[in-house]
């Protein structure tokens, strides 16, 4: 079956560096993705990574390994706006987008 | 560019009746997903249609259907409503991997959400 398995909640301070990891098990892989949510509004997209390695997008960086079924997102220089929660989704065989729960990040002063 | 729009934004029904939501994509893209999120749950795959026609569906009853039309937007439809179909139904649209007819990166709308009392 199809599994992608991420931490249900994490907090950390502002100004702070947190690390939500991604694991998964899925039929195939056309690539990972990162999505930010807050509260009431729609996903936002953040990163994608195909290759193994480390994408760096600002404060954001994203990681990949194929080989272990493994992602995190870092995110640094925490601010108060980053709670929110962080979706991973795989693009599997068919090119469909098979989702994790999401993270919910809360950031406290 | 304008995002993707959908409509409306909030909708309440009684539990029986049927509903149908609209979706216009990001100018351009043509293909579009949607999906169902509830409290607690990942987003769900209802389905993804590019240019007019189904090309993948998730697993959910018959009584979710959908379209799309020459124009790229597209509708969803529920029959015969159900306590839990009470959700926000997102969709994304994204255009095509260059050089294929895969699709790219997915951008939301902001939601429908349904409340079925």
């Known amino acids: 079956g199809q599994n992608i398995d991420q931490p249900t909640e994490m907090t950390a301070t502002e100004g702070a560096i947190v690390q939500i990891n991604c694991t998964y098990q899925t039929s195939g892989f056309n690539g990972l993705f990162w999505y930010q949510q807050h509260a009431g509004e729609a996903p936002t997209f953040l990163s994608y990574n195909v290759l193994d390695g480390l994408e760096e997008k600002g404060r954001f960086s994203s990681f990949l390994s194929r080989s272990k079924g493994y992602s995190y997102l870092l995110l640094k220089e925490l601010q108060m706006k980053d709670s929110a929660s962080y979706l991973c989704?795989?693009?599997?065989?068919?090119?469909?987008?098979?989702w994790g729960a999401g993270t919910k990040l809360i950031i406290k002063p | 560019k304008a995002g993707v729009t959908q409509t409306p934004r909030y909708l309440i029904k009684t539990r029986g009746q049927q509903v149908t939501l609209s979706c216009s994509p990001i100018s351009g893209h043509r293909s579009v997903s949607w999906y169902q999120q509830t409290p607690g749950q990942g987003l769900q795959f209802l389905f993804e249609?590019?240019?007019?026609?189904?090309?993948n569906k998730g697993n959910f009853p018959g009584r979710f259907s959908g379209r799309q039309f020459s124009n790229s937007r597209s509708e969803m439809n529920v029959s015969t409503l159900e306590l839990g179909d009470s959700a926000l139904y997102l969709c994304?649209?994204?255009?095509?991997?260059?050089?294929?007819?895969?699709?790219?990166?997915?951008?939301f709308g902001p939601g429908t959400r349904l409340t079925v009392l």
């Open positions: 989704a795989i693009m599997d065989s068919n090119y469909q987008l098979i």
């Open positions: 249609y590019f240019s007019e026609t189904q090309r």
């Open positions: 994304a649209s994204s255009s095509l991997q260059v050089g294929t007819s895969l699709p790219d990166t997915q951008y």
